[in-house]
T-cell receptor, first 113, second 113 residues
Framework: QKEVEQDPGPLSVPEGAIVSLNCTYS??????FMWYRQYSRKGPELLMY????GNKEDGRFTAQVDKSSKYISLFIRDSQPSDSATYLC?????????????FGIGTKLQVIP | ETGVTQSPTHLIKTRGQQVTLRCSSQ?????VSWYQQALGQGPQFIFQ???????GRGNFPPRFSGLQFPNYSSELNVNALELDDSALYLC????????????FGEGSWLTVV
């Protein structure tokens, strides 16, 4: 079993839709939860990070963490064609400065105009 | 723009050769880590450097090695290249004390033929 499970998609939605992206994880020691956006042939771009269970909002993006269920989500409101990219969930244990980040496989999102 | 720069952006090597990839970390960041991202996969942690020493390593063989310099820039060296080493190699920089603000460069695309 992988430490982080993420549906690779692809996920196609019409412009303006609410997008829900999800990951589950098995390691209860994970402390930080992050979402990265990666455009084709580019490096991952940090979108959001959270530490505790609950919601964190930043513009059209909301990150949600449920540590009891080991489940994290990213919601995108009013989706735009420019949101078309691969979304990677990521998490790590910051133990003594050691910051190994474990990624999901990434979900490919296409927002259709 | 994350401030993490990598070179070269693309390169082609022959099986058995050696390659060196370079990274300049974001200003103020003292920790650098390297990741390998195969096509259609999430990034996989190779190792992390802090104070010019490796202080964490993923499941990669010893032919993957690195250096960190006093200015926090870094190199990834791969010896005896194999076809499966073909991937996007990502450098990430962060502060030693921070577990959640890890920024990636655009990566170096390595093709082994």
């Amino acid at each position: 079993q992988k430490e982080v499970e993420q549906d690779p998609g692809p996920l196609s939605v019409p412009e303006g839709a609410i997008v829900s992206l999800n990951c589950t994880y098995s390691n209860s020691a994970f402390q930080y939860f992050m979402w990265y956006r990666q455009y084709s042939r580019k490096g991952p771009e940090l979108l959001m990070y959270t530490y505790s269970s609950g919601n964190k909002e930043d513009g059209r993006f909301t990150a949600q963490v449920d540590k009891s269920s080991k489940y994290i989500s990213l919601f995108i409101r009013d989706s735009q064609p420019s949101d078309s990219a691969t979304y990677l969930c990521a998490m790590n244990i910051n133990s003594g400065g050691y910051q190994k980040v474990t990624f999901g496989i990434g979900t490919k999102l296409q927002v259709i105009p | 723009e994350t401030g993490v720069t990598q070179s070269p952006t693309h390169l082609i090597k022959t099986r058995g050769q050696q390659v060196t990839l370079r990274c300049s970390s974001q200003s103020g960041h003292n920790t650098v880590s390297w990741y390998q991202q195969a096509l259609g996969q999430g990034p996989q942690f190779i190792f992390q450097y802090y104070r010019e020493e490796e202080n964490g390593r993923g499941n990669f063989p010893p032919r993957f090695s690195g250096l960190q310099f006093p200015n926090y820039s870094s190199e990834l060296n791969v010896n005896a290249l194999e076809l499966d080493d073909s991937a996007l190699y990502l450098c990430a920089s962060s502060l030693y004390s921070s577990g959640n603000t890890i920024y990636f460069g655009e990566g170096s695309w390595l093709t082994v033929v």
